[in-house]
Structure formats: C-alpha cells, structure tokens
C-alpha cells in the first residue's frame, strides 16, 4: 500500500463525494486527460489479466481506492490501473452479472417469473 493511501485511510472525517459529483469528474477533460495516459502507461493491457498471464485490452481505469471515498486519489497515478471490462465488473460487485440477477430476483417471484413488491 502506498503512503497517500495509508495516510487517506487513516483520515475518518473525510467528506464523501456525491453522485453528481462523481459524475462531473469522471466528464471532465481533466480526468479524460488522465485516463488516456493510464491506459499508455499500461499499454492498453488489463494489469489484472496481465497478473495471470493472459492477455487482454484494457479500456477502463480503475481507482483502487474508490474515487467517491477517496476524492484526495481521485488523480493519483499509484491509485489507477487499467483494466479490461470483464475485470472491471469483477472488481464491481454492483457491476456484475450476479448483481443484475440479485436486483432481478429481488422484483421477481424466483419461480414463477411474476413481479413482486
């Protein structure tokens, strides 16, 4: 772990940044900026993928430490990886195939197929 990180980690009054703001940083030409050279940093490989000797385009940078609890990372290069869609949702448990089928079964009666309250 990194020093930013530790010290970010052991900051407990640290304000969380709201969706809206999430969502301008990540419209921004500064974060694009950013991205693009993550991504030539890495060369267009999934870093996670790479780590088990497979090979795949990367097309996401991911904040290992998540941008909306930690804004301070929000442009820190030892915070950024690049990776390959398929990881990235891995990564995303909300993201992710097993989430989109909880949140169905969740309106879904499992068996039937009839919506529920």
């Not at 709201?18 to 991205?35: C, D, G, I, L, V």
């Not at 993201?95 to 969740?106: T, V």
Request: charged share 40%; proline share 2%; with cysteine.
């Amino acid at each position: 772990m990194l020093f930013n990180q530790k010290r970010a980690k052991k900051d407990k009054n640290r304000r969380k940044m709201t969706r809206e703001e999430t969502e301008a940083f990540y419209n921004s030409p500064r974060w694009r900026r950013k991205q693009k050279a993550i991504l030539r940093r890495d060369h267009y490989q999934c870093q996670l993928c790479k780590r088990y000797g497979r090979i795949s385009e990367a097309s996401i940078v991911h904040h290992k430490l998540e941008l909306a609890e930690y804004p301070e990372l929000a442009m820190d290069d030892d915070n950024l990886v690049s990776v390959c869609r398929k990881c990235h949702n891995k990564l995303h448990d909300e993201k992710g195939a097993k989430a989109q089928q909880k949140r169905r079964y969740k309106h879904e009666d499992r068996y039937s197929g009839e919506r529920i309250s």
